[in-house]
């Protein structure tokens, strides 16, 4: 059957993006240098990043005919009885309609309790939005990401603080994990210790639109292939640094993977 892949649940959506020399003060008027349209959402973006890594992976969400669309509903739990759960290894949920994901979070954990161990779908999730409602998602992945945003909302000042704070918040033996820009990232697990990976800025800034999902996919990538947290959430900011180099996700991966993670 071949390698099982990592399904990403969530957002797909137009971004378009207006380059210009430098940015605008406000209430000012900036000529534009170039303008791209590109596909953009959370989920879809760590799926982009997820299949230039070379993992086998899948994506679901509303998609549309056209380019530009209104109103697309979000995937619910009926949509999600019409997946194949063991095409899968690792089910990753970008926080939206909380309610319905939780349902469909269920769905895998029924298949988990009755499928032999070596056969289990790893569940994560990313909560990026200061959404009460999403916060409930934190108890329903074994590993959670949580942003920068939520984070400081939440009323904590660094990654840190923020792994340290909200580890209650997760379910036995998750590992919850933090980016924080420049300042790097910040992961906790089961034993308590707090883990902590550097930034990697690239010598130019060019775009950072997506750094996040490239951060969450290169994380979720590097432990599926059974690298350690430490290892992984080093791994995610050395490519989420590389894509804020580049326009888009071209040129983010090169070389040799395992080499590039250690160096």
Request: net charge negative; with cysteine; glycine share 10%.
């Amino acid at each position: 059957m071949g390698e099982k892949r990592i399904l990403c649940v969530g957002l797909v959506c137009l971004d378009i993006i207006n380059v210009v020399e430098r940015y605008p003060e406000e209430d000012t008027d900036t000529r534009c240098l170039s303008q791209r349209w590109q596909r953009g959402g959370n989920a879809s973006n760590s799926c982009t990043v997820l299949s230039l890594l070379g993992a086998p992976c899948a994506f679901m969400g509303s998609l549309a005919p056209g380019h530009i669309a209104e109103n697309l509903p979000d995937v619910t739990a009926n949509d999600f009885q019409n997946v194949d759960l063991t095409q899968y290894k690792w089910m990753h949920w970008e926080g939206r309609n909380a309610d319905e994901q939780i349902k469909m979070i269920h769905k895998v954990n029924d298949y988990n309790n009755i499928c032999p161990t070596d056969q289990r779908i790893t569940i994560s999730v990313e909560i990026e939005k200061e959404r009460e409602d999403l916060y409930q998602l934190f108890q329903y992945g074994e590993l959670v990401f949580v942003s920068k945003d939520v984070a400081r909302h939440l009323g904590y000042n660094s990654s840190a603080e923020a792994v340290a704070g909200l580890y209650p918040r997760v379910k036995s033996g998750a590992y919850l994990v933090c980016a924080w820009a420049e300042q790097g990232a910040d992961a906790l697990g089961p034993d308590g210790r707090v883990l902590h990976s550097p930034s990697f800025p690239p010598e130019t800034i060019v775009d950072t639109l997506g750094a996040g999902d490239t951060f969450n996919a290169s994380v979720i990538y590097a432990l599926s292939k059974g690298q350690t947290m430490e290892e992984a959430i080093t791994f995610g900011c050395r490519i989420a640094g590389k894509k804020c180099g580049v326009q888009g996700y071209d040129g983010i991966v090169s070389g040799d993977l395992h080499s590039f993670c250690h160096e």
